[in-house]
């Protein structure tokens, strides 16, 4: 069974910065695309940067210009470097896998709180 562990978040000022990790367990996987996802309170998880195993990416209009998606494929790792973050930012972040635009893995991880507050 595939895992997920992510890590990197905490609570910063609007404006600030943080650099979000994602090990995952696997290397069976390292040739799908990695994505980040975030869940707000009361919102449905969302699809915010993803990048495919030659490192082409993708990102919401949201973040676009203040997050950067990266990987790692030797350690099947993924990472989120989040800057001038704003309030709206605020949620758990998770990363997983993607087929055909979905995520392929069903169990997430425990996923990595940001939270942006003055």
């Known amino acids: 069974q595939v895992k997920f562990v992510e890590s990197g978040g905490g609570l910063v000022q609007p404006g600030g910065s943080l650099r979000l990790s994602c090990a995952s367990s696997?290397?069976?996987?390292?040739?799908?695309?990695m994505g980040w996802y975030r869940q707000a309170p009361g919102n449905q998880r969302e699809l915010v940067a993803d990048?495919?195993?030659?490192?082409?990416?993708n990102y919401a209009d949201s973040i676009k210009g203040r997050f950067t998606i990266s990987r790692d494929n030797a350690k099947n790792a993924v990472y989120l470097q989040m800057n001038n973050l704003k309030l709206e930012d605020t949620a758990v972040y998770y990363c997983?896998?993607?087929?055909?635009?979905?995520?392929?893995?069903?169990?997430w991880g425990q996923g990595t709180q940001v939270t942006v507050s003055s």
């Open positions: 997983n896998y993607i087929l055909a635009g979905r995520p392929l893995v069903v169990s």
């Open positions: 696997t290397s069976n996987f390292r040739r799908y695309p």
């Open positions: 990048i495919t195993s030659g490192n082409s990416t």
